[in-house]
């Protein structure tokens, strides 16, 4: 255990191989250390906020970051950046950052403690936990906004060094409908584009997609297309997408998976299909052809709210389409029935041969910036590597990589995301640990979660501010180094593995998580276990071999000074292999990674949603992203006053001209949005790009998961944030 300051600089030195630049930080009386001044050079780093991956080039002057430019010449962002990207160091500087480690005391409020009481307190009580309720009383909820060396540390830590079982990530909210989807029909969770791909297409179809808003860059890329491509959007809202579309179908929510179904269809009858694709490389193409027949074009119209001529056009816009290329985001992924609708996307995409072609592909577009490292290598819905917990074969291989007793690798899966929240509520999970993310705000149905948040006996927050509503309920908050603070890699939405560098001093004592990880493991008692995880790439080298021969392999990839010199480079890449291309897609070959390489057709009977409207609850509520300034819950971009003055102070519900006339209600004013699980007060926007009888509410203010329903897919659990029955009232002026 470490007693003094000294022993505490030690132990870092020791775990790090250097004196970082934080220990220069901690308090002067305990000794002078070496400040290591930063480079008085660029650094360049890939972005950290949405999943697009652009690269940053941060100048530096006299050791400190004073501005940054989008990088020239990266495959990615072709030297752009949206706004986000060109405010990102602002945020490193804001006054609330966590500078300490911060306890909750007897009389309630948090106070600053140093790391050694925090490590000490962390590890007491969730040992403490685990001793009185078993080891699966304790979990962890992770993140797809820090490194995949971290992650990866996180997971490991976690499960084989702390003996949790349980542990998801905010992943979960995002995109665990793509991943459950892309496994089951291609055997692997793996998107195969290439943004290249949105400049090659002659057809384009986002469908509950607002790239935007949301992937602006993506966008760009989309902008460079030189085919004069036909763009279709399918999303109940007149997004800015849609009004740069050639066609927007605006359906009717949450019947996307009758409409895909009914493209299916309209192609099959026509026989715009290419049937030696089919025959070659697909498996249940008979049993879907027949399932999508039972629909008649009738049913399809009235379940969509489109008419069949609309239907018949975008068949034939489809079918027209020599590189067609569909991507989807969150209006899919966020439903009820969301694999499904995801795998109806990839069922389109294979029926037509649009697949490992240039411009081609059903293509998932992630949100955060590495929630692809999540996906393959968190440790928490898979075995690291995307390998598989329940396989006794995977967990031997990974055992014999990591030089571990296997005995430590939980032969289970963990709860997802939902299931652990139940847990919590009827007291079998006692102890949580959050990291990088604000589930206090973003996750569904906010006042019934933050409810059973109060029964833990012990919440850990670890985070970069210690004013997020989720640190303000934490009993220890760990203040975390940031992006631009820390090194490692991230993985973009087109698999793109690019590099984190540091370019800024983290405040106070704020360490990287990875340090945090280590530090954690050391107190634990387990340090020993991760005695080759020195350091951000010490991990690299352990996570290409666990990708090797498996269908990420990138095991080509020697070191990060590679991917640097490379402008990132896309998995997979196996040993003996260059990138030859810097913009690669998979299934070039129409090799899946099935048993039979056959790609599957996956089909189901649509199901109703599970609320639907009704006479007291007349209104669709949607939610989603707000605009391109503003990043989910907020904490990082409300700190530029810049990004501030692109978005409205005050949280608003968009709401039809017809509806607003028929209430009375005048745009700016002051309106009660409300559904079964409570009522919010928001100011009015009077807009026609909602449809009559819809409202939408972004997503960046605190109020918005007070109203919406804690529905899950069955498959992928992921939350049904994009639908619940909502009612509107005008505020009497008395109380506005
Ligand atoms: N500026 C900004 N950019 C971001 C983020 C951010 O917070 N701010 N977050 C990032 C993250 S993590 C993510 S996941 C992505 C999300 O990126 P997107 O998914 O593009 O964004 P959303 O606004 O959540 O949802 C997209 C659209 O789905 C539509 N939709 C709702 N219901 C349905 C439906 O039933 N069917 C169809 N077809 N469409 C529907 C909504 O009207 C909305 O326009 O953005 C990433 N980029
Ligand atoms: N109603 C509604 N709700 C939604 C959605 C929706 O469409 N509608 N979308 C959902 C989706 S797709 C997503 S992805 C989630 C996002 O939801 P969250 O993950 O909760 O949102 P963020 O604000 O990105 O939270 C990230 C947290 O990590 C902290 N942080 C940033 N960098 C670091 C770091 O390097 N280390 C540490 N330790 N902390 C760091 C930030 O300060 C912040 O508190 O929201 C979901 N919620
Ligand atoms: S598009 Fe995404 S990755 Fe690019 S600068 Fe904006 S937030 Fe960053
Ligand atoms: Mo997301």
Known sequence: MVNTM???????????????????????????LPQRLLPDRSGRLVCGFCSTGCSLDVH????????????????????????????ALTPLKAFDRAVTPYVRKGHGRLEPAHWDAALRIFTSRFKDIQSRYGNDS???????????????????????????????????????????????AFGFDAPPYTYQDLEESDVIVFIGANPCIAHP??????????????????????????MAATR???????????????????????????????????????????????????????????????????????????KVSFWWTMGVNQGHEAVRTAQAIINLALMTGNIGRPGTGANSITGQCNAMGSRLFSNTTNLLGGHDFCNAAHRRKIAAILHMDEARIPARNSLPYNQIIEEIAVGKIKGLWIIATNPAHSWVGQQEFRQILKNLEFLVVQD????????????????????????????NSERRIGLLRKVAKAPGLALADFLIFQLIAHYWGCGELFKDWQSPEAVFQILKEISRGTPCDFTGIHDYAMIESSGGIQWPLPEGTLPWDDQRRLFADGQFFTDDRKARFMFEVPRPVPEDVCGQYPFVLLTGRGTSAQ????????????????????????????DACKLSIRDGQWVYVSTRRGEIKVRALVISSVQQGHIFLPMHYEVSNHLTLPAFDPYSYQPSYKMAAARVAKVPYYYA
């Not at 970082?20 to 009386?29: I, K, Y």
């Not at 990530?169 to 496994?183: D, H």
């Not at 904490?635 to 017809?658: C, D, F, G, H, Q």
């Open 6 to 32: 000294k022993q505490f600089k030690d132990l870092i030195y020791q775990k790090t191989g250097s004196l970082t630049d934080e220990l220069a930080l901690v308090p002067s009386a305990l000794g002078v």
């Open 60 to 87: 530096i002057k006299d050791g400190v970051p004073v501005n940054l430019t989008p990088t020239k010449g990266y495959p990615v962002n072709i030297g752009e950046a949206c706004p986000k990207g060109w405010e």
């Open 138 to 184: 304790v979990a962890f909820l992770s993140t797809g906004q820090i490194a995949t060396e971290e992650m990866a540390l996180l997971g490991t830590l976690a499960k084989f060094g702390m003996g949790l079982v349980h542990g998801d990530g905010n992943t979960r909210q995002c995109m665990a409908s793509a991943v459950v989807a892309y496994k089951q």
């Open 217 to 242: 860059i993506m966008w760009q890329r989309v902008c460079r297309n030189k085919n004069n491509p036909t763009i279709i959007v399918i999303d109940p809202r007149t997004t800015e997408t849609a």
């Open 248 to 322: 927007h179908y605006a359906l009717k929510p949450k019947s996307d998976l009758v409409l895909l179904y009914g493209l299916a269809r309209g192609l099959i009858e026509r026989g715009w299909l290419d049937a030696d694709f089919i025959a070659g490389h697909t498996t249940g193409f008979k049993e879907f052809r027949a399932h999508v027949k039972m629909l008649t074009p009738d049913h399809i119209s009235r379940a969509t709210g489109l008419s069949e001529a609309q239907i018949e056009q975008c068949v034939a816009l489809i079918a027209r389409g020599k």
């Open 464 to 491: 970069m501010y210690h004013t997020t509503q989720t640190a303000q309920m934490a009993d220890l908050i760990l203040p975390a180094a940031c992006w631009g603070e820390k090194e490692g890699t991230m993985i």
């Open 631 to 658: 990043w989910h819950t907020q904490t990082r971009t409300a700190k530029s006053p810049i990004l501030r003055k692109m978005y409205a102070r005050e949280v608003y519900v968009e709401i039809n001209p017809e």
